[in-house]
Structure formats: structure tokens, C-alpha cells
């Protein structure tokens, strides 16, 4: 299978480091049996393919860029940094506010960050590492940080009748403050593919120039997410063991040199079977689709979160983060903590 790779094959990220994290889920707490019952399955069924107990759902007045903003907020506080030192702002998301004006924008807005470039990243559920690394290149050029979010509010786009995709996806956001430091988790190395090809795997038909969302495609349900799992995991299983081996190759380090794993959490079960085909003899893998789901783009922000909060990392040690999703797309970033 031959891909597009942008970036080439991969891009050092001399002199970014991760200054600070962040992560908001929404309150609601939505259980296998809520969101199974619609779809015609339990939570029986939903843990034993998915490793999912439950999910967090957005309430009817929060979008997505109210997630955005609240991860933004608490990343910004843990970098110890105000509005004013940004310089940009990129949000991951393929569940916008709206199809317009970016959703970056209104985080920009309620940030009261009015000096920074504000734009969105639609790579899906592999988003936020082509966020950090089109963000990398800004903070080198123009100085000053940056925020990159991961945020979705996939519960607004799923089909309940759907038990391939509704038992999957929780909403939330996550977000990480990059800037220049002598001191701090170095981005060493990034790495973008794009398998246009298989484009069609994953997609939402309708509400764009291609099929807008009229009468005909909302009483055909086209509206809402589609994917072709059987297909998805195939690309996973196969493909992702070979991109990470390349990836390491081209960063200069082995298998054995990676401490922790932070992949997109798209399914508790075929992450755990992906981790052991990926050979990582002394790696964590890190998981939070257990009690949130698959949060699209927010899944590595906020999963890297979560490990920043435990105390997870030591100094030094190397972590990988692995996205992949619809485009079909993978990215890759590798930190030294």
C-alpha cells in the first residue's frame, strides 16, 4: 500500500517542548447499557468487543469548542502561561461547531487570546499530532507558544441504531501548551501519512459540497457517522506495526528505547492486540477508553494527561504517540520527557 506522507517522511521538532497539559470530558456519564439498549446489544457484549464501561457525553448547550476552551484553560494553567503569550492556536476536530468559521476561532474569542492565529486541523481521530506538528514550524518562525487542542463531540453525529460506531464514542478535549524552553518534554521527532485510498472507510456522507445535508440525506440517516470496522481494523492490525517500526527508524531509536505508548484509543481490545504486535519489550501503553470512549482527536491529548497527572513519566524517558483514523490517516509523534 503506498502513501502520502506529508512532511516527508518525518520532521525533527528541534527546540518545541510540551510546556504544560490539559483535559476536560463532560459531566454526563453515559453507561453500555444507555447506549447499547437503542442499538440492540449489552454491556456484555459492548465490554467484551470493546473494553468500554462507559462514556462521557456532551450536555445540549456544550459544543465542542467549550471542551476546547476548558482543556485550553487547564493546559495553560499547568504551563504557567497567560493569553497574551500565545501566538497560535490550532484545534483538531472533525465535529466543529460549526462547518464555519473554524471552532479555533471561538476558542480564540473565549480565551481573550486576540494577537494569535486561530485555525483547525481535520485529520480525525489522528488530528492532534498533525496539529502539533503544524504548530511546531509557527512557534520556530514567529516565537511566542502555542496550544494545540484535541477536542469532538462525536455524540452529536452518531447513529443510535448504529452498534458498529454508537457503542464506540465518547465526547471530550485535550490539550497540550508547545513553545521554545531550554526545560521541559522535547518533541523530538513527527512523522504524517495520508492513505487517501481508502478514504472511504471512515465518513460522514453528508453536509458537505459533495452531499449537503438536505431533507432526502437526513431521512436516509446520512447525516451520521459511518464506518466500515471490519476494514478499519484491518488497516490498524496490518499497517500501524510497520509505520512504527519505520517511524523509529527514521527517529534514530529502537523498539527497546520506548517507555511509554500513547495511542489513539479507538477500542480497548484492538489496542491490546496492536501493542503486542508492535514489540515494544519495555513500554507502558497508556489507555483511558475504558471509562471514556473514543474521543476522535482528543484521545492522545487526553490520555497524555491523564499519565501526566499520575506522575507516569521520568525524566528522559521516550514516549510514542501513535494517531489513526479516518482518511485513512496515521501520525506519530516521539517526546523525551
Request: hydrophobic share 45%; charged share 20%; glycine share 10%.
Amino acid at each position: 500500500m503506498q502513501d502520502v506522507t506529508i512532511l516527508g517522511t518525518g520532521s525533527p521538532m528541534k527546540d518545541v517542548r510540551i510546556l504544560g497539559t490539559g483535559a476536560c470530558v463532560p459531566d454526563r456519564i453515559v453507561s453500555n447499557d444507555e447506549v447499547g439498549a437503542p442499538a440492540g446489544v449489552d454491556d456484555a457484549w459492548i465490554t467484551r468487543k470493546t473494553a468500554i464501561r462507559e462514556r462521557r457525553w456532551a450536555a445540549p448547550e456544550q459544543a465542542t469548542s467549550d471542551l476546547a476552551t476548558a482543556a485550553a484553560r487547564a493546559a495553560m494553567e499547568s504551563a504557567g502561561i497567560t493569553a497574551e503569550q500565545l501566538s497560535v492556536i490550532a484545534v483538531a476536530t472533525s465535529t466543529p461547531d460549526r462547518p464555519q468559521p473554524p471552532t479555533a476561532a471561538y476558542v480564540q474569542r473565549n480565551l481573550g487570546a486576540s494577537g494569535t492565529a486561530a485555525f483547525d486541523v481535520n485529520a480525525v481521530c489522528s488530528g492532534t499530532v498533525f496539529a502539533l506538528s503544524a504548530v511546531g514550524s509557527v512557534i520556530l518562525r514567529r516565537g511566542g507558544c502555542a496550544l494545540v487542542i484535541g477536542a469532538d463531540v462525536y455524540s452529536r453525529i452518531l447513529n443510535p441504531a448504529d452498534r458498529k460506531t454508537v457503542i464506540l464514542f465518547g465526547d471530550g478535549a485535550g490539550a497540550m501548551v508547545l513553545g521554545p524552553a531550554d526545560r521541559g518534554p522535547l518533541v523530538r521527532h513527527v512523522a504524517l501519512h495520508t492513505f487517501g485510498a481508502l478514504a472511504d472507510l471512515i465518513q460522514v456522507p453528508a453536509g458537505g459540497s459533495r452531499l449537503p445535508a438536505d431533507q432526502g440525506a437526513l431521512d436516509a440517516g446520512l447525516q451520521y457517522f459511518a464506518m466500515d470496522g471490519r476494514e478499519v481494523r484491518r488497516f490498524v492490525v496490518e499497517e500501524l506495526p510497520q509505520l512504527v517500526k519505520g517511524f523509529l527508524h527514521e527517529a534514530g531509536v529502537g523498539a527497546e528505547d520506548i517507555s511509554h505508548f500513547i495511542p489513539h484509543q479507538a477500542n480497548g481490545i484492538m489496542l491490546d492486540e496492536v501493542f503486542a504486535d508492535l514489540s515494544l519489550p519495555r513500554a507502558t501503553m497508556h489507555k483511558t477508553v475504558t471509562h471514556y470512549g473514543n474521543t476522535g482527536a482528543a484521545s492522545i491529548p487526553i490520555t497524555l494527561d491523564a499519565a501526566v497527572r499520575e506522575g507516569a513519566f521520568r525524566p528522559g524517558e521516550l514516549i510514542l504517540m501513535a494517531g489513526f483514523g479516518g482518511g485513512m490517516a496515521a501520525s506519530f509523534a516521539l517526546v523525551q520527557w
